[in-house]
């Protein structure tokens, strides 16, 4: 991958199917508000924002604070429970790890659910570095948690590849000028994300090992 020395990955989607734990956890605060639940389609399109904004659009705003907290107390088990690592994931982040690429996670969940999912499915030992959005003021699209990233490592962009799932992970990616590869295994659809015109677009996180 010529001049890389960075590899940024975002979590949900790219390396973990977090989404029957996610799928749980919102339908099982939405029975507990009495309000209607929602298929897995609906769930998994609002994903990717953080679980403030996916609950936003589905409840009152006078209850977020009670939802959050129905959810968030179900979700730390429901994680534990339903979350998987895609196929491929640890032969890939072994490979990178030897080959001497510095790692890290950008993702928009929580910190706290971040660190429940990396030392579940142990992946700790992989990552040099991992920040979550809750540490910053902007959460992706905007660049900020790259730019952060970068920053810690003192890489430039050129030196950095990106790899998310979504929309929001081009363009945050684009905006940090870094090249971008996004994996349509997330909640964004191939067309949306070609648009965005990301650097490659891969079927599975697998295949980063064939980009030059």
């Known amino acids: 991958m010529g001049c890389i020395k960075l590899i940024i990955f975002d979590l949900d989607g790219t390396l973990v199917d977090a989404y029957p734990a996610i799928i749980s956890s919102f339908n099982y605060t939405m029975q507990k508000l009495k309000l209607p639940v929602q298929d897995a389609l609906t769930i998994r399109r609002a994903v990717g924002w953080g679980d403030e904004n996916l609950l936003r659009p589905f409840i ?38 030897n080959k001497g690429y510095r790692l890290a996670v950008a993702s928009n969940r929580p910190s706290r659910f971040s660190w429940i999912l990396i030392r579940h499915l142990k992946l700790k030992k992989y990552f040099d570095y991992v920040l979550c959005a809750d540490k910053l003021k902007h959460i992706k699209p905007h660049p900020e948690i790259i730019n952060k990233i970068m920053q810690r490592f003192a890489l430039r962009p050129k030196q950095t590849l990106y790899v998310g799932d979504m929309t929001i992970d081009a363009q945050a990616g684009r905006r940090a000028k870094v090249k971008t590869v996004i994996v349509t295994t997330g909640s964004s659809t191939k067309s949306e994300i070609k648009k965005e015109g990301p650097y490659r677009i891969i079927a599975k996180i697998s295949e980063l090992l064939k980009i030059p």
Not at 67 to 96: D, N, Q, T
Request: no cysteine; hydrophobic share 35%; proline share 3%.
């Open 60 to 97: 009152k705003e006078k209850d977020k604070s009670y939802a959050l907290s129905i959810y968030r107390k179900h979700h730390k088990l429901a994680l534990l429970k339903e979350s998987r690592l895609f196929p491929g994931v640890y032969k890939l982040l072994a490979y990178l790890k």
